[in-house]
C-alpha cells in the first residue's frame, strides 16, 4: 500500500508547505537552539493565533472566487469602536463587544451586497471599504490610540484572552477560538454541503447556479465571516495588548492573503484548504520570528517572505499542471 | 410513436433587429433522439437556449406533456426535467464526480444543524451511475473533474441527467474535440440513456456523429425547421446536407417537409 499512498501525499497542496516548514523548524532550530524554547514558543502563538483567525475565514472566501482587503481595517476598527462605546459609559463593555461584531457583520455584507448584487470585482469593492472603515477609525479617535485601561479580571477578557500555563509554556484562550475556528472551518469546507457550494462558487459559478446553488448568499455568508473573524482578532489582539490603535491592522490583508495562497487554496477559487492555511500561517510567523532569533536583520523579512510566495506558487502550479494533465 | 414529451410552438427570438428565430416548431417525443442539424446560424443554439432557459424568447409557447411550462432559467429547465449539457461547462472541474454529480442536491447524513454530505452515499451511487452509463474503466468516485479526459466528462454530465430523471437530455455538440474512440463512448453514453428511458436532443456538427445515434432527424434554416421527420437509417447523408444548405430546391424523396417550411 505505501508506494500508491506517497504519490498521493506528495500530490497533496498541502505536502509542499508541510516540507517547507519542517524544513524551516530545522534550519533555525540547529542555528540557534533558543528557537525551540518555551517562551519563544508561547510568544510566537500568541499573535500567530490572532492573525489566524483572519486568514482561516480568509481561505473559505478565496475558495469561493473573492477576497477581501478590509480585514486589516476591520481589525483595528472593531476594538476602537467597542472601547469607544465603553469608555463614553454608553454601554458595558460585553455589549461594545456584541456591538463591534454586529457592525463588522454589517460591513462584510456590505461588500457582499457590492460584489454580488451590483457584480463588482471584490478587489475593488473591499479597496473601497478598506478606505471607508480605516478612514472610519482615524477620524472617530483623530488618529490617536484610544485611551489605555485595565481590563483584567473581566469576564469578557477572560474568556477571549485570559492566560495560563502549561507546563513551562505560557497560553492565551484565543489559542483555543483558533483551534475550535480550524476544526469548524475544515470540517464545514470538507464534510458540509456549504462546503460544496462554496468550492463550486469559485470553480464554475454557472455551473453551480445552473444546479440550483445559491452562490450570491453563499458568498455574502463569506464576506459577514471574514469580516466578524477580522472584528473578533482586532478584539482579542487589543486586550492582550491594551491598546485600541486606529492604525492598528495595517498591512494585514496582504499577510493574510500570502498565509492562504502559500497553504495552497487557489488566488483564482475553487480549491481551498484550511489545513493548508494552517501551515502557511506557521511558516510566515515562524519565519519572522527565526530570521530575527538567527541574526538576519528584521529589514530582510520582506526579501523571504516574497521568495516563500514565489516558490510555494511555482509549486502549486506545477501540482495543478499535472492534476489537469490527468497523472 | 409516444406521446409528445416537449413541444416548442411557434418559439421566435429577435436579438435587435436580428431576427434569430423565425416562428419554429420543435416535438420531442418519449424515449428518442432527435438529431437537429443546420448550418451555422440557422437558429438551432438559439432554440435549444429558449427551451433550456440560457435566453427567454420573444414569443412562443413551450408544453411539456402537453401542459404550457414557463422557462426563464436554468434552474426552471431543470426543474421541469429538461438538462443541458454543454462541453465542459456544466461541471465545476476541481470537485470530484460524485461532487459534482450532487452538486445543489447532496445528500445528508445525521442531524440537519451539521449539514454533512453523505459522502458513502454519493461515491456509491457515483460509481453505479458511472457503470451504467456505459464508463468500463475503473475510475474511483472520488477523482476531480480535471482529471477526466472530455468524453468521460460528458459521461458524469450524462450521467448526472440520468440519475436526477431528467426526461430530456439536451446535448449540444457534446463530441467537438473528442478522439474517435472517445466520440463512440459519448454516442454510446447517449444510447444508454434513451435505453434507460430518457429523450435526448443531439446537436453536432459532425453530421455523421448524428447519423450513428439517433432516431429522427430534424433540420434547420433561416431561424425556422424545414424537415422534422427524416429517418437517418433510409436517407442518405448527401440528402441531409442538401437541406441543410438549402442547395436542393426540391425536396428529395424520402424527406417528409415541415408543413411551415
Given at each position: 500500500m505505501?508506494?500508491?499512498?506517497?504519490?498521493?501525499?506528495?500530490?497533496?497542496?498541502?505536502?509542499?508547505?508541510?516540507?517547507?516548514?519542517?524544513?524551516?523548524?530545522?534550519?533555525?532550530?540547529?542555528?540557534?537552539?533558543?528557537?525551540?524554547?518555551?517562551?519563544?514558543?508561547?510568544?510566537?502563538?500568541?499573535?500567530?493565533?490572532?492573525?489566524?483567525?483572519?486568514?482561516?475565514?480568509?481561505?473559505?472566501?478565496?475558495t469561493?472566487?473573492?477576497?477581501?482587503?478590509?480585514?486589516?481595517?476591520?481589525?483595528?476598527?472593531?476594538?476602537?469602536?467597542?472601547?469607544?462605546?465603553?469608555?463614553?459609559?454608553?454601554?458595558?463593555?460585553?455589549?461594545?463587544?456584541?456591538?463591534?461584531?454586529?457592525?463588522?457583520?454589517?460591513?462584510?455584507?456590505?461588500?457582499?451586497?457590492?460584489?454580488?448584487?451590483?457584480k463588482?470585482?471584490?478587489?475593488?469593492?473591499?479597496?473601497?471599504?478598506?478606505?471607508?472603515?480605516?478612514?472610519?477609525?482615524?477620524?472617530?479617535?483623530?488618529?490617536?490610540?484610544?485611551?489605555?485601561?485595565?481590563?483584567?479580571?473581566?469576564?469578557?477578557?477572560?474568556?477571549?484572552?485570559?492566560d495560563?500555563?502549561i507546563?513551562?509554556?505560557?497560553?492565551?484562550?484565543?489559542?483555543?477560538?483558533?483551534?475550535?475556528?480550524?476544526?469548524?472551518?475544515?470540517?464545514?469546507l470538507?464534510?458540509?454541503?456549504?462546503?460544496?457550494?462554496?468550492?463550486?462558487?469559485?470553480?464554475?459559478?454557472?455551473?453551480?447556479?445552473?444546479?440550483?446553488?445559491?452562490?450570491?448568499?453563499?458568498?455574502?455568508?463569506?464576506?459577514?465571516?471574514?469580516?466578524?473573524?477580522?472584528a473578533?482578532?482586532?478584539?482579542?489582539?487589543?486586550i492582550r495588548?491594551?491598546?485600541?490603535?486606529?492604525?492598528?491592522?495595517?498591512?494585514?490583508?496582504?499577510?493574510?492573503?500570502?498565509m492562504?495562497?502559500?497553504?495552497?487554496?487557489?488566488?483564482?477559487?475553487?480549491?481551498?484548504?484550511?489545513?493548508?492555511?494552517?501551515?502557511?500561517?506557521?511558516?510566515?510567523?515562524?519565519?519572522?520570528?527565526?530570521?530575527?532569533?538567527?541574526?538576519?536583520?528584521g529589514?530582510?523579512?520582506?526579501?523571504?517572505?516574497?521568495?516563500?510566495?514565489?516558490?510555494m506558487?511555482?509549486?502549486?502550479?506545477?501540482?495543478?499542471?499535472?492534476?489537469?494533465?490527468?497523472? | 410513436?409516444?406521446?409528445?414529451?416537449?413541444?416548442?410552438?411557434?418559439?421566435?427570438?429577435?436579438?435587435?433587429?436580428?431576427?434569430?428565430?423565425?416562428?419554429?416548431?420543435?416535438?420531442?417525443?418519449?424515449?428518442?433522439?432527435?438529431?437537429?442539424?443546420?448550418?451555422?446560424?440557422?437558429?438551432?443554439?438559439?432554440?435549444?437556449?429558449v427551451?433550456?432557459?440560457?435566453?427567454?424568447?420573444?414569443s412562443?409557447?413551450?408544453?411539456?406533456?402537453?401542459?404550457?411550462?414557463?422557462?426563464?432559467?436554468?434552474?426552471?429547465?431543470?426543474?421541469?426535467?429538461?438538462?443541458?449539457?454543454?462541453?465542459?461547462?456544466?461541471?465545476?472541474?476541481q470537485?470530484?464526480?460524485?461532487?459534482?454529480?450532487?452538486?445543489?442536491?447532496?445528500?445528508?447524513?445525521?442531524?440537519?444543524?451539521?449539514?454533512?454530505?453523505?459522502?458513502?452515499?454519493?461515491?456509491?451511487?457515483?460509481?453505479?451511475?458511472m457503470?451504467?452509463?456505459?464508463?468500463?474503466?475503473?475510475?474511483?468516485?472520488?477523482?476531480?473533474i480535471?482529471?477526466?479526459?472530455?468524453?468521460?466528462?460528458?459521461?458524469?454530465?450524462?450521467?448526472?441527467?440520468?440519475?436526477f430523471?431528467?426526461?430530456?437530455?439536451?446535448?449540444?455538440?457534446?463530441?467537438?474535440?473528442?478522439g474517435?474512440?472517445?466520440?463512440?463512448?459519448?454516442?454510446?453514453?447517449?444510447?444508454?440513456?434513451?435505453?434507460?428511458?430518457?429523450s435526448c436532443?443531439?446537436?453536432?456538427?459532425?453530421?455523421?456523429?448524428?447519423?450513428?445515434?439517433?432516431?429522427?432527424?430534424?433540420?434547420?434554416?433561416?431561424?425556422?425547421?424545414?424537415?422534422?421527420?427524416?429517418?437517418?437509417?433510409?436517407?442518405?447523408?448527401?440528402?441531409?446536407?442538401?437541406?441543410i444548405?438549402?442547395?436542393?430546391?426540391?425536396?428529395?424523396?424520402?424527406?417528409?417537409?415541415?408543413?411551415?417550411?
Open positions: 505505501i508506494p500508491s499512498i506517497v504519490p498521493r501525499l506528495i500530490a497533496k497542496p498541502e505536502f509542499g508547505p508541510f516540507v517547507l516548514f519542517i524544513g524551516m523548524l530545522a534550519v533555525f532550530y540547529s542555528i540557534n537552539p533558543a528557537f525551540l524554547s518555551p517562551l519563544n514558543i508561547s510568544n510566537t502563538l500568541t499573535f500567530m493565533v490572532e492573525i489566524g483567525l483572519i486568514a482561516l475565514a480568509m481561505t473559505l472566501l478565496m469561493s472566487g473573492e477576497f477581501d482587503l478590509s480585514v486589516g481595517a476591520v481589525f483595528g476598527f472593531a476594538p476602537v469602536l467597542m472601547w469607544t462605546l465603553f469608555n463614553s459609559g454608553v454601554t458595558s463593555l460585553e455589549v461594545g463587544f456584541v456591538i463591534a461584531l454586529l457592525t463588522a457583520a454589517l460591513i462584510g455584507a456590505t461588500s457582499g451586497w457590492f460584489v454580488t448584487r451590483l463588482i470585482p471584490s478587489f475593488l469593492v473591499t479597496l473601497g471599504m478598506l478606505l471607508v472603515v480605516r478612514g472610519t477609525a482615524l477620524y472617530v479617535t483623530s488618529g490617536f490610540p484610544q485611551r489605555t485601561w485595565s481590563p483584567d479580571g473581566r469576564l469578557l477578557a477572560d474568556i477571549l484572552v485570559g495560563f500555563y507546563g513551562p509554556f505560557r497560553l492565551y484562550m484565543s489559542l483555543f477560538w483558533f483551534i475550535a475556528a480550524v476544526l469548524i472551518l475544515h470540517y464545514v470538507t464534510q458540509s454541503r456549504v462546503g460544496n457550494w462554496i468550492q463550486a462558487a469559485g470553480g464554475n459559478p454557472q455551473a453551480a447556479i445552473a444546479r440550483g446553488v445559491n452562490v450570491a448568499r453563499t458568498k455574502m455568508g463569506l464576506f459577514i465571516l471574514s469580516a466578524v473573524m477580522a473578533f482578532a482586532g478584539i482579542i489582539s487589543s495588548t491594551l491598546a485600541a490603535n486606529p492604525n492598528s491592522g495595517t498591512g494585514y490583508e496582504l499577510e493574510v492573503i500570502a492562504v495562497v502559500i497553504g495552497g487554496t487557489a488566488l483564482t477559487g475553487g480549491r481551498g484548504t484550511i489545513i493548508g492555511t494552517v501551515l502557511g500561517i506557521l511558516i510566515l510567523r515562524v519565519m519572522r520570528n527565526g530570521i530575527i532569533l538567527i541574526g538576519v536583520p529589514l530582510a523579512y520582506n526579501i523571504f517572505i516574497g521568495a516563500i510566495i514565489l516558490g506558487m511555482a509549486l502549486h502550479s506545477g501540482l495543478e499542471r499535472r492534476h489537469q494533465g490527468g497523472s | 410513436m409516444a406521446q409528445p414529451l416537449v413541444e416548442m410552438r411557434d418559439i421566435k427570438k429577435a436579438y435587435g433587429k436580428v431576427r434569430a428565430l423565425e416562428g419554429a416548431d420543435l416535438t420531442v417525443y418519449e424515449n428518442e433522439i432527435v438529431g437537429l442539424l443546420g448550418d451555422n446560424g440557422a437558429g438551432k443554439s438559439t432554440l435549444i437556449k427551451l433550456s432557459g440560457a435566453v427567454p424568447a420573444t412562443g409557447d413551450i408544453y411539456i406533456r402537453g401542459e404550457k411550462v414557463s422557462i426563464k432559467s436554468t434552474a426552471d429547465a431543470i426543474a421541469h426535467g429538461i438538462e443541458t449539457i454543454y462541453q465542459d461547462s456544466a461541471l465545476v472541474t470537485l470530484s464526480i460524485a461532487r459534482n454529480l450532487f452538486l445543489g442536491r447532496e445528500p445528508v447524513k445525521g442531524a440537519r444543524f451539521f449539514d454533512r454530505m453523505d459522502q458513502e452515499a454519493m461515491n456509491a451511487v457515483a460509481r453505479d451511475l457503470a451504467r452509463v456505459g464508463i468500463t474503466k475503473d475510475i474511483p468516485p472520488t477523482t476531480p480535471s482529471s477526466l479526459s472530455g468524453g468521460e466528462r460528458q459521461a458524469v454530465a450524462i450521467a448526472r441527467a440520468m440519475h430523471e431528467s426526461d430530456l437530455i439536451i446535448l449540444d455538440e457534446p463530441t467537438n474535440n473528442l474517435v474512440a472517445e466520440t463512440q463512448g459519448v454516442l454510446r453514453f447517449v444510447r444508454n440513456a434513451r435505453d434507460s428511458g430518457h436532443i443531439f446537436i453536432a456538427h459532425n453530421i455523421h456523429h448524428v447519423f450513428q445515434v439517433v432516431d429522427r432527424i430534424v433540420v434547420m434554416r433561416l431561424g425556422k425547421i424545414v424537415a422534422d421527420d427524416i429517418d437517418p437509417k433510409t436517407t442518405s447523408v448527401e440528402a441531409v446536407e442538401r437541406v444548405t438549402g442547395l436542393e430546391e426540391d425536396t428529395p424523396p424520402g424527406i417528409p417537409v415541415a408543413a411551415d417550411a
